[in-house]
């Protein structure tokens, strides 16, 4: 690998680091300051709000620059959201600009690896991007938990600067400002990323011209028989890992009488689990197999639901590890068939740009949804068997569609599939 590759690595490290922690942080501001449970389940949504309204242009954004420079701005973004919300914005409207600054970062963290590295290298380069984002997830959520503890954050509090009154006197503000310093190394490490000499292609002048071929490579995806099941299955899956992130907080108060350090462990647990099942998909599942593990989908929604009768840290542990691991299972296989049928309808970097404004409108409807039936007064409970019957019905939905392409349009899918299967062969 290049040298500017680890780079790349450190950057997003550190970056994906802060931005876990931070939304345990941010979930302790909320709790701390009294607001309202449906508040703290709004941060997910909010988060996901950029990357759906600026799906169309942050893709040409990140043409336009050096990835470096568009990485280094991302950066300074999220860095302005947490200066929001340490200094008295409302922490849902500063979480929403830390999540422009994410929904800007995504594409030129990928598109940067196909200018710097050789064909060959992409999928060796795309694992090690993938195995270090499920690392600094564990470690960020137990970071943003370890940070608003009073073991560590009383220690931070102490530490006073004479002549000079920052205006942090509490665990979740002590500990967004220790993270301003984690996304500042970030920034630093995007300022060392060699200039790949790619040619930038310029953002046109009328920005809004990007909407409608965004909007036919969208259509085009839906409309392919694998690309819309593969599609609508990872769609599902991260809209609803995106949300279980606060849903396993708010459980682990109400079940275990976990304050919000606590349950960030047990959040972690679940990511632990995911990389489990991603690694034995990854081992076991051809391409052309990938339809074959859309059942574990309806499983998650079914865990999801039994979550309600467990009440103690020894069932929780390992049920949340096989509810992760479920989902690695089914996420790998289908993200590697919906990438590849975007590939072969409109190019890699447009099929990217759709995935992941489909897959952050699923995370903003599901969290809305779940934030707004805690806001009418569901209990936590409810809401999550409510939750669970959602993703379990959806997707068994998504398997008939499926099971009926099957039916109708028989020697299409075949031929789809014979195509997936050549491709992992000679590949």
């Known amino acids: 690998m290049k040298r500017g590759f680890y780079t790349i690595m450190s950057a997003q490290f550190f970056s994906s680091l802060a931005d876990n922690a931070l939304f345990v942080t941010a979930v302790e501001l909320l709790r701390a300051g009294g607001a309202g449970e449906w508040q703290r389940a709004a941060l997910v949504p909010m988060f996901a709000l950029f990357y759906v309204i600026l799906a169309p242009f942050v893709g040409a954004f990140a043409d336009a620059l050096p990835k470096g420079r568009v990485m280094f701005i991302s950066n300074a973004i999220k860095v302005v959201g947490c200066l929001l919300m340490l200094f008295g914005s409302h922490p849902l409207l500063a979480y929403a600009v830390v999540g422009l600054g994410a929904a800007a970062y995504s594409p030129a963290k990928y598109g940067i690896l196909t200018e710097l590295l050789p064909p060959s290298q992409l999928v060796k380069a795309n694992g090690w991007i993938e195995g270090l984002t499920i690392a600094s997830i564990i470690l960020g959520i137990l970071m943003g938990g370890m940070l608003v503890s009073q073991a560590v954050a009383g220690q931070v509090l102490r530490l006073d600067l004479p002549w000079v009154d920052t205006g942090i006197d509490t665990a979740p503000e002590a500990a967004i400002a220790l993270l301003i310093l984690v996304y500042a190394v970030a920034a630093w490490f995007n300022t060392r990323i060699p200039h790949t000499g790619v040619e930038m292609r310029p953002i046109p002048r009328n920005s809004l011209e990007l909407v409608p071929d965004f909007w036919t490579c969208n259509m085009r995806l839906w409309r392919d028989k694998l690309g819309q099941i593969s599609l609508a299955t990872t769609t599902l899956f991260w809209g609803v890992s995106g949300n279980l992130r606060y849903i396993i907080l708010a459980w682990a108060a109400v079940a275990l009488g976990y304050g919000t350090s606590q349950a960030s462990a047990l959040t972690g647990v679940v990511a632990l689990g995911t990389a489990v099942g991603a690694i034995a998909a990854s081992m076991r599942v051809r391409l052309d197999q990938a339809t074959s593990v859309m059942p574990l989908g309806i499983a998650m929604g079914v865990l999801v639901v039994l979550m309600n009768f467990i009440d103690n840290v020894w069932m929780a542990a390992p049920f949340l590890i096989l509810l992760g691991a479920l989902g690695g299972y089914l996420v790998v296989p289908m993200n590697a068939l919906l990438q590849h049928r975007g590939h072969n309808l409109m190019g890699a970097g447009r099929s990217i740009a759709v995935q992941n404004f489909n897959e952050q409108a699923c995370i903003l409807g599901l969290g809305a949804l779940y934030s707004f039936s805690t806001g009418i007064g569901v209990s936590a409970f409810g809401a999550i068997t409510g939750f669970g019957l959602i993703v ?36």
């Not at 998504?398 to 899918?413: A, T």
């Open 392 to 427: 379990a019905s959806v997707m068994w939905a998504i398997q008939r569609w499926h099971k009926g392409n099957l039916v109708r349009h028989k020697d299409e899918v075949d031929h789809l599939l014979q195509v997936a299967r050549h491709d992992k062969v000679h590949g």
